[in-house]
């Protein structure tokens, strides 16, 4: 019995870590997020509607080194998350 629940705990988890990982992509999917990404997908260029959608700031240092702040960094890092 003791090697039975065994199995079935370890069957459990791994059916619990698809429902979390199906949760999740739903959650992406059905997001803001990737409604301005379908809005946007055709595009060829940055344009100022776009930059509002997804730039959340761009900061510029001392040394003209420039990071962008997206609005969206937890989906997107999700998503590469998946990729790789």
């Keep these: 019995m003791t090697k039975q629940i065994g199995v079935l ?4 988890a791994e059916i619990e870590e698809k429902i979390n990982r199906h ?3 739903n959650f ?3 997001s803001e997020y990737a409604g ?5 997908k055709g595009e060829t ?4 509607d776009m930059a509002d959608a997804f730039i959340e700031k761009v900061l510029v240092d001392n040394n003209h080194n420039i ?3 997206f609005k969206f960094q937890n989906e997107i890092n999700k998503l590469n998350k998946r990729i790789v």
């Design 28 to 30: 992406i999917c059905n």
């Design 9 to 12: 705990d370890k069957c459990i």
């Design 23 to 25: 949760n999740e992509d």
């Design 36 to 40: 301005l990404v379908g809005k946007f």
């Design 67 to 69: 990071e962008v702040i």
């Design 45 to 48: 260029a940055l344009s100022a």
